[in-house]
Structures are given as structure tokens and as C-alpha cells.
């Protein structure tokens, strides 16, 4: 498991480790060798212990339809705001 502060540590570890597309889910990714890792932003975990379980259940919900995971994407859930984001 990789913890990353920022969207940038995210995507440079995505891009560098990724080979098998298929294998991406929820932060998952598989590298050349087969080896799985799991890239996670840090402030996920806190986001999952909150006490209010509806900023826990939107979250989750948000990082579900995800493969690689988008900090911004997942702070607008927490908050309840919904964003549209470019791709």
C-alpha cells in the first residue's frame, strides 16, 4: 500500500506502476510483475473514521466507482458537494 499526500503523488505512482488495466479498482492496480498495490490517498482514512456516517457512506460510495482515486472527488463527497469533473 502506497499513502500519498497529494493528487500528484497519486497519479505519478499510478502512471509508473499500472500495466495491467483490467486490474484497476478502487485504488488497485497491478505492476509488470504481477504484484498488486493499492494507491490511497492519506486523508482517506480519516475520511472513513469519521462519526457521521453519512460524510462515511457517501465516501465509500465515491470511491467505489473509482479505479484511480481522485482527492478532489472524494473531499466534494465528504463535504456533500457534488462536482462534475473534466476528464
Given at each position: 500500500m502506497v499513502h500519498c499526500e497529494r493528487q500528484q503523488e497519486?497519479?505519478?505512482y499510478w502512471k509508473e506502476l499500472s500495466a495491467?488495466?483490467?486490474a484497476e479498482?478502487?485504488?488497485w492496480l497491478k505492476d509488470k510483475f504481477g504484484v498488486?498495490?493499492?494507491i490511497q490517498p492519506s486523508i482517506l482514512g480519516k475520511m472513513l473514521q469519521d462519526k457521521?456516517?453519512?460524510k462515511v457512506a457517501r465516501v465509500t460510495e465515491a470511491f467505489l466507482k473509482m479505479k484511480k482515486f481522485d482527492i478532489a472527488t472524494l473531499k466534494s463527497a465528504y463535504a456533500?458537494?457534488?462536482i462534475e469533473k473534466e476528464k
Open positions: 497519486i497519479d505519478y495491467d488495466p483490467k479498482q478502487c485504488g498488486s498495490w493499492q457521521d456516517p453519512r456533500g458537494r457534488k
